[in-house]
């Protein structure tokens, strides 16, 4: 008898962490993980007092926001994600945990991360995360992702809030600088999605999903990203020209983001579908490196140098 208690225990415990660890992929820890560094780097080059126990709850309390959303993306894009082979595997496609739990959970942290965020730094920050997990759940998820092909360029600026929420966490006001790190992630956000598109370009037709891929086909989606990644290149040089990088990062900036767009060209100029397969994965993958190298050198130079 007392083995059978120890057992039914044992796959009682099981269980529970099971269920805690399909929440927590419900959130989005990817996704997370760039909102808590983005959010800091927003936090750190700010002026002002530097409470650490409160900035540190208010970047929890942002993740917490961000995985909220991520819930309830997939509480509404379950029936999508079944279908896509990126995505069959999330919690609720394959059967870890039901809808009506990732739209409770979600609501629940939206309100439980907004409100303490209010609590813990101030009202704008508060709202400004508020904003930004309507914008992702209403007008990114709802509205835009399915009926237009401009989706992810619309929608991107839900990702770009967090470092303008990190600024105003330390100061309660909005200046230049968050602006000019909201428009490197929001320029940089089609590019990466689109040359996702490009070699997942089945699943999103299979999904009825109005990629710019699916819609206006491969070359106008290569233009595309070519184009994102010039008009990105300036941007990403402003952090150095207003003074708030290090000419360490105005080497870094200028150097990599010319071979991000030497690999947009490549891929324009490229026609097999294979290869233009294989550089588009490679865009994806570089560009998530691009994006954390830039904010890691703007993050090293506030700390320890500006």
């Known amino acids: 008898m007392s083995n059978i208690k120890s057992a039914y225990k044992k796959k009682e415990k099981f269980d529970f962490f099971f269920y805690i660890n399909s929440l927590f992929l419900l959130m989005k820890p990817r996704v997370m993980s760039l909102v808590i560094f983005t959010c800091l780097v927003g936090l750190i080059i700010a002026p002002g007092n530097i409470d650490l126990y409160r900035n540190f709850v208010s970047l929890i309390l942002v993740a917490i926001g961000a995985g909220a959303s991520g819930m309830l993306n997939m509480w509404y894009d379950s029936d999508i994600d079944a279908i896509m082979s990126r995505t069959c595997l999330r919690p609720i496609p394959s059967g870890k945990l039901k809808r009506q739990e990732a739209l409770f959970y979600g609501i629940a942290l939206s309100a439980f991360s907004v409100s303490f965020l209010h609590y813990f730094a101030n009202f704008l920050s508060a709202a400004l995360l508020a904003f930004t997990i309507f914008f992702y759940v209403f007008i990114y998820t709802i509205w835009l992702k399915r009926k237009t092909p401009q989706n992810i360029v619309i929608g991107g600026a839900a990702g770009a809030f967090p470092p303008v929420i990190g600024w105003t966490i330390s100061t309660n006001t909005i200046g230049i600088e968050p602006i000019i790190l909201f428009l490197i992630i929001f320029l940089w956000t089609p590019s990466h999605f689109w040359a996702l598109s490009l070699y997942k370009n089945e699943d999103y037709k299979k999904a009825k999903i109005p990629m710019l891929s699916v819609v206006s086909g491969e070359e106008v989606t290569k233009k595309n990203i070519l184009f994102y990644s010039i008009i990105l290149w300036p941007f990403t040089l402003a952090p150095y020209f207003l003074n708030f990088a ?32 294989k550089i588009a994965r490679n865009i994806f993958i570089y560009s998530i490196f691009y994006l954390f190298f830039i904010f890691s050198t703007i993050l090293i130079d506030n700390y320890f140098f500006i």
Do not use: P, R
């Open 246 to 277: 290090s000419y360490s990062n105005f080497v870094f900036v200028v150097i990599f983001g010319f071979f991000y767009i030497f690999l947009s060209f490549k891929l324009l100029i490229t026609k097999t579908k294979s290869a233009s397969n």
